[in-house]
């Protein structure tokens, strides 16, 4: 059906124009706040410890690096420093004005945010048991003013804890500083990738507004990340209009004047506030504005105000908080190199906490000698986290695989998250099966997707084309007319963007099923995929759970080339985190789909362009086939022979061709690629004693190279010969139809490699 909007030549001469971006036009201060009451007297005495937190967590970090300080004599500290001194207003400004329930994204100078996030949450803990439920095995029995101080240090001693890579981290050791989050508290988590966490927020938002959460996500980002692809990806994303409401996620560019050592303004820009970019998305330019990141009360201001819009759904909102780091990029930097002493000296005159300081003392708030005692405090408490952390169990080497996989299921979840009747804009209908029962493969991705989609209203599908279109290979035909453009819809030419959102999204609890119209166009994903989705759960101790499945497809054989013909699986199959499933038979792509739409973790499920037309038999009901379970196709004694995917089909037929010869060989079929079904291979393979692994990929670094390495392993006293592989060529795909068939693996090529084998 056409789109509601016709799209005419409108060619009338006018001007496009933007609103105008406002610059710091907070007049405020802390005492305005408090006399107007927008802000408590204990808010802001909050905000000052917050940022004092910081302020010592960071300057204890920096002498534990430089050898000053040595909580232990034989103490030597290892991992990255990114120190955020002097950005503590943005950090504690900006969770301050969220709720504990909202999320944060981080970056790779992120112990602040995670300092102000965890701080934040605790002070939203009302009751006791809450705060004893979070101190654990070391809550004193004690009023609430107590619970509330032991929290806060524990709080502080987990932090330095996940720094010095302890098991009472909060990532178990596993993240470190540049990758902590703190799910409780709603911490998504740190990324040490530049930019990595852009998609991920929008993602996330994404998620709470379609699962009605109200809550809200606030993206801390670099001014050097800006400047990334993703970034551009995920502003367009969180703006489409396609969305029936914003989406509320709040962009926080946390502009501190360079990237590592490239300066924003005059440098590696065009522009001087990258607020300006707000108006390249929406009609409102993402609400951006400029504001000082050097007053926390203006950043808490402007936040709230940011925060209350994404929750009135007319996010997103872009700010940006002009800021500076006093020390260098990292404790290797000393910034001499790229500034000057009049800047450095320039921002650390308006340094944020002197500032708070000042106006708590001003105001009336605090004292001249209770801001002193409130110091003194802080350093007391950070010293204690810190030997505490230092004292603190190192993880056992023997437990380095967990956190890795999760190994629950949505299986068991009944009809509570079944789509309602009156929510199904259209008839469930199912394919006419032929005599034999069988149907299309493609078809039976749809059925798949369809019948989950009924089961689990968390479950949404979208992709490039995937809606109206119903997918570049007709395999989501039918959805947008039973579920509607909410659960059903197009994504914008972000491939990256359609991952990270994909990771973000199930996050914090959906169930998306992304597709990527060609295996090929992963690459332009590679980040999201092979950084954050994949290790989110492994990298944050195994406490993140992303249950989302990306489907991609293979193709060659048309004549596509180099960009739209490859055999990939192994780049993703090389990153430790994500399940890879590659069916080739109709009756498998349902079963094997549903059970990774299940799975609770990320899942990328590949199917084959020339398998969406072959029949199969495919069940008119509800099933599963659990992921890790290869299946002998047909059984043989002379040799193995393991396929997956479209190569299946020609072994098969190789197999046929075989037989008529007397050579009888087994053909298997893995299914799933990780985790991979040793047994059943290792099984087969001491049984003939011969193993053939055909596949669509170039040989080297291919997949089948590691089957080929497992088989050895496992089953050398029984090989006859030594196990082989047909694979392409190493080269890209060729478009000219003989160089193609050249290099996809045959029937004949694989019948002959055969006959080596049995030595005929
Ligand atoms: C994708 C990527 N490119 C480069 C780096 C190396 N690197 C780490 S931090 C950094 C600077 C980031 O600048 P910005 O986003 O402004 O954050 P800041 O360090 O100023 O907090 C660079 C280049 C990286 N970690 N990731
Ligand atoms: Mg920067």
Redesign the pocket.
Known sequence: MPKDRDVLPLFEKSEITFPPIPRFVFEGNLGTELSAGRMAPETAVAMLHAMLAIRNFEETVEQMKAGKFKPRPDFRFIGAT?L?IGQEGTAVGGVSAIRADDYITS???GHGHSIAKGFYWLLGRTSEDELRAFIGDNADPGDYESLAECALQVHLNRTMAELLGKEEGYCRGRGGGMHIADFHAGHLGAN?????SYAMAAGAAMGCWKLGLDRVVLSF??????N?GIAHEAYNWACQDQFEQGIPVIFLV???Q???TGQ?VGEVTGIDDLAQRGAGYNEVNMHAEVISGMDAVAVHEAVGRAAALCRAGKGPVLLEAKTY?YMG?SLSDDCTAYRSQTEEDAWENIDPIDHIKRSLVQHGVLTDEQVVERCQAMSKRIENATIWAVDATDPDPADIYEGLWVDTTSEGIGDEYRTPEDELLGEITYTRRDRQGRILYRHAVSEALMEEMLRDRRVICYGEDIADYGGAFGATRGLIEVFGRGRVFNAPISEACIVGTAAGASMVGMRPVAEIMYIDFILMTM?QTGNQLAKNRYMFGGKATLPAVIRTTIGGGRGYAGQHSQSLEAIVTQVPGLKVVAPAFAGDVKGLLKAAIRDDNPVIFIEHQHCYTEKGEVPEEDYTIPLGVANVIREGSDATVIAYSYMLLRALEAAELLAEEGIEVEVLDPRTLIPLDEDTIAASVSKTGRALIVQQAPYIGCFGEHIAHRVMERCWGDLKVPVRIVAAHDVPPPMAAPLEEENIPSVEKIAARVRDLVGR
Do not use: F, L, P, W
């Open positions: 990114h955020s970056t790779h100078r040490a990738i530049v930019g990595g980002v670099g001014d050097g990340a800006t990334n946390e502009n501190n360079y990237g590592m924003q780091r990029h980040d």
